[in-house]
């Protein structure tokens, strides 16, 4: 497989396609996804009240949930969207924002991962740890590799099989897997972790793509990697400047990407 | 009528009174909003909670709604308020934000356009083409025109008409009308359409300058042609950085805008 | 007391320290909110469900509650994280936005005040005397000045001294007040109040150095100063651009803040 050149493809078909991507995501950072998804090609819709989510779902080609500032008047909304979507074979995409600092979100993390088919988690390691350490009962197939869970690989292989999804663990490395394949980036800069909301755009990007193309793996790789070199480029233009510059310059940089920047910069790993 | 007179006029107006404008919006391109009105010169406030939207609507100047993130809870909120302004001869500025997308949408666009006197409407064509759709019964005038809904001009005509407010449809060309005088802006940029919030800050400053005037028509076409110009201005200078860069720009030129750049760029047609 | 020093401290412990500040804030500043704490050297968490709000608050090194677009689902999570905070001796710091301007905002303010223990108050000279003026029952002195709210000086100590807490009245010279020790502050911008957030801004810096001092009445001086210095660069070098461009700047000059940079400019008066 040619992670690289199928991430190549994906960009121009987001592009053609122009998906429309529902969002129930958190008050905080939902901005910068919406210019995110915009910037990359496709189309943000943002609705989470009950009475409408499955109508804004069925219009959809991609679901994204995060739960940044989750709210028990949401959660209900989460499980109604992803009923539609799994109906009606569209990708769901999760950031299990915060999971394992409260009850609420332990909770809510579980409910999703029990009641909805996922295509495609995104976290940091100790969110993703925290879904690899639940003993929840799925339809996936459940690993024996859960319980080698001593680092950040065999965590998001384990999870990835269990519940039948791709994983994607962001830090300095970037880990994403379908449970088989296993592509490492290590693109991106640590100044990304300076400004709010550049996991949940990871998210938002992996979910544009998957919006465009069946192939998880590549969405998710994708989704990442699009936010990995355009950290970059703004460091490289704006990093000295500050947080403020940088951070618009992300969004600069993301509606600039195109294949042959990726060609040029995508530091991917497959084995 | 010397409508670009008439704008600017307006917006020297608006800049000596520095209305309040209370807007029940959506989570997404609210801070967006915020600084739109307080570029142009107005000062904004955000209040939703049913307990206090009379109150806050009683100081205000005027009030806009938008449905881009609809809650039930603040369906009420938006009724109550519109209720209070309309009491107090508060002009009312809406955008039926995917008015067409939802049952949620388009029964509570429907109960709005029934319950409240609007002053203003600033949505796209599908958002229009829904209420020019709608059997409602009104206090308007009811049009025979309603049922000519061929093209853009005669849809704003005929919701004009029979909501006897101003009806504006933002496109390529505005089409901005009272029902009888018809106005079209050429300006804006299609960049502008790569930035979430574009739209809902076009109908905030329409709210801002229904604030200062009592010309509804007028303050419609400044706050669509404020955003047009500024759209031109930024994409003159930032266009080619990014849509990161182009949306921070379109604020600094709001509140750079005066008189002299109206008259300079304003395109304008009357009919 | 060498408070200049102490600030300086402050912003290296903060750095240190990188203390998790739980915000229960506004829709339409959050994002600010969150990229000033990072900015500074903190890191923003922002969750207020009534299910989560004890858990989130546990972790964190302070709390800031904001009552910018206040929800009545919300009171109960701000009560409830106060009382969580005061019981573990976390630091609550407190925006009264809006107060005076609304029953719902008043009661909340007036509840607010009897049942948390708050370390640090800002807010304008308006809602701070909406403070000034309550007859509440607290746990705090009673002080005699409560009558001679004739200035903003008078009006700030006596709320200190009522509520045993520091109180900072913010405008062109801000003062910050424990009741026995002034502090006035001489720099910011007028520029700060063309862009939306700038005082929720400066209630999260405090709320940052909060958390990681237990000097409040230097940790309120850290934040607002740190505020009107940024703002004062930031008006260097974007002012004459317009308002988009000197609010990103503002996050660029929080971000390159350091102790030089407060030693030189730092207008600071004590009495």
């Known amino acids: 497989m040619d992670i690289k050149k199928n991430v190549m493809t994906a960009l121009e078909e987001l592009r053609k396609k122009n998906p429309l991507v529902h969002n129930i995501t958190n008050y905080v950072t939902v901005n910068d996804c919406a210019n995110a998804i915009l910037a990359i090609g496709a189309s943000p819709i943002m609705a989470d009240d009950i009475n409408e989510v499955a109508d804004i779902t069925s219009i959809s080609s991609a679901v994204v949930i995060n739960i940044g500032t989750l709210n028990k008047n949401t959660i209900s909304s989460i499980l109604e969207a992803g009923k539609k979507a799994n109906e009606l074979g569209i990708p769901v995409v999760f950031d299990p924002v915060g999971a394992g600092a409260s009850t609420l979100r ?18 940091n390691l100790s969110e993703i740890s925290f879904i690899a350490g639940l003993e ?36 300095e490395v970037d880990i994403i897997t379908d449970g088989e394949t296993l592509i490492k980036i290590k693109n991106g800069h640590k100044m990304l972790s300076m400004v709010t909301g550049t996991g949940c755009m990871s998210t938002a990007l992996a979910g544009s793509f998957a919006g465009a193309t069946s192939d998880y793996l590549t969405a998710a790789v994708a989704g990442i990697l699009s936010m990995g070199i355009s950290g970059e480029i703004s460091f490289e233009n704006y990093g000295k400047v500050g947080t403020g510059s940088f951070h618009i310059a992300i969004i600069d940089a993301l509606s600039n990407l195109n294949p042959e920047i990726i060609r040029d910069r995508a530091l991917l790993e497959i084995s």
């Open 136 to 171: 929840v009962s799925t339809k996936g197939v459940d690993s024996s590799e859960a319980d080698s869970k001593n680092d950040a690989v065999s965590i998001a292989k384990s999870v990835a099989k269990k519940l039948n999804c791709v994983v994607a663990i962001t830090g």
């Open 106 to 123: 332990n909770d809510t993390t579980t409910e999703i991962i029990e009641k909805i088919k996922l295509s495609i988690i995104r976290g």
